[in-house]
């Protein structure tokens, strides 16, 4: 250090690094403590759909998410802000989670320095496509859509491959080619080709009993009709969440998008549809995590979600459909076509919506913002009877274009 005019011992050079090296840690550990709580090194997802973000960003629909995960998943935790932890997924990778999303591991995780991954096998049953892949730890993972031509990407963070065989039976359908690339020392990802070009949903968690990765690969319905699918139906808000509210006459949005949901329906089965499920048939409220996991257990085969929009600027009116993930937009395009037919204003077609029931990658699923509450005009027609029924046919026709694309 004879730059600046003097020469230091080497024990006073050692000392200086390690107070400096202290320094930059002793932030990190009073965010860790704040509000009482201990320091955080490792912890594990818990609770029902623990997910992760990308920053600390916030806003009404919550931060931009990454994806969801499964239970028991290990994270490491390096910092702490606001009501998210910051946790560690690889070495170049982080993400933000809430809080109540992960528990402490009391004992740090045995490990080498590497996690590695051992053999896969590819199968089908009668639904179905499963990709397993053998990890010595549930890792934190995220799946990615691809389209032209279809495929998935599920990147295993802190994995690093030790695969050596990868065994694809006759009985996986869709699933047509499986392989692995190590684009980072410490992420593994799984490249999936699919045999067709619409995406019908997957689903990532780990098995019951271990710590083997699944890939759940949905396959297209053995016949695109209106008549054999499940449709389900979210008639958005409900009980004392209100929604949006009439600005003439102060209707709400929960009972209207209630009307429209129930005329879908009826819709639906003059089609042909047997099989309509509804997230709620009546005035009730339910929390956006108890319609996610009550669709996940009624395996849709697709989703439309009914909701009226609202605006600070009363001049602002029409009708627009959102989707989260871009292998569902073509349902969501072919029913704001259909949509556009009631002489309504294109307010548009928008992706990477944050909303809860957009965020399952299980099944292919459209919001429908039918028009806005807030505009005069717009609100004079969403309180006609014969306007839900109009509404309700528009979205049918919209699906059965949808799948007469995909032939």
């Not at 995960?69 to 998210?84: E, F, G, N, T, Y």
């Not at 089965?269 to 996940?296: P, S, Y």
């Not at 919506?353 to 965020?359: V, Y």
Request: net charge positive.
């Amino acid at each position: 250090m004879s730059d600046y005019g003097f020469s230091a011992s080497p024990r006073f050079v050692v000392r200086l690094r390690w107070l400096v090296r202290m320094a930059g840690l002793l932030p990190l550990a009073l965010c860790l403590a704040q509000e009482g709580r201990p320091p955080v090194r490792w912890a594990r997802t818990t609770g029902r759909l623990p997910y992760m973000e990308y920053g600390p960003g916030d806003d009404r629909l919550g931060g931009a998410k990454m994806g969801y995960l499964d239970s028991l998943v290990l994270v490491k935790v390096v910092d702490s802000v606001a009501d998210d932890y910051v946790v560690q997924l690889s070495t170049a990778h982080r993400a933000f989670m809430p809080k109540q999303g992960l528990r402490p591991v009391a004992t740090p995780p045995r490990n080498n320095g590497y996690r590695l991954s051992g053999s896969w096998k590819v199968y089908g049953d009668e639904r179905y496509d499963y990709i397993t892949v053998a990890l010595p730890e549930k890792l934190p993972y995220r799946s990615q859509m691809r389209i032209g031509p279809a495929r998935l990407e599920v990147d295993i963070y802190g994995a690093t491959s030790n695969t050596n065989w990868v065994t694809q039976l006759l009985s996986a359908k869709e699933v047509r080619n499986t392989w692995y690339e190590q684009v980072e020392d410490d992420v593994l990802r799984v490249h999936i080709d699919l045999r067709h070009d619409a995406h019908w949903g997957h689903r990532v968690y780990y098995d019951s009993v271990g710590t083997r990765l699944v890939v759940k690969v949905r396959r297209p319905p053995a016949a695109l009709d209106i008549r054999k699918l499940r449709i389900a139906v979210d008639a958005g808000h409900g009980g004392g969440n209100t929604g949006a509210a009439g600005k003439v006459t102060g209707v709400l949005e929960k009972d209207q998008t209630l009307l429209m949901a129930l005329e879908l329906e009826r819709q639906l089965r003059r089609m042909g549809c047997r099989d309509v499920f509804l997230t709620r048939r009546t005035d009730t409220i339910l929390e956006m995590i108890d319609r996610a996991l009550m669709l996940r257990a009624a395996e849709p085969d697709l989703l439309v979600s009914l909701h009226l929009n609202s605006s600070s600027l009363d001049t602002v009116r029409g009708t627009s459909t959102f989707y989260r993930h871009i292998g569902f937009r073509p349902l969501s395009q072919a029913v704001l076509r259909r949509m556009l037919e009631l002489g309504l204003s294109e307010y548009g077609n928008v992706g990477h919506f944050n909303f809860a029931l957009s965020g399952p990658t299980e099944y292919p699923n459209c919001l429908v913002e039918v028009a806005f509450l807030s505009n005069a005009d717009d609100e004079r027609r969403i309180v006609e009877r014969r306007f839900h029924r109009a509404v309700a046919l528009k979205v049918a026709e919209g699906i059965r274009d949808w799948l007469k694309g995909l032939r």
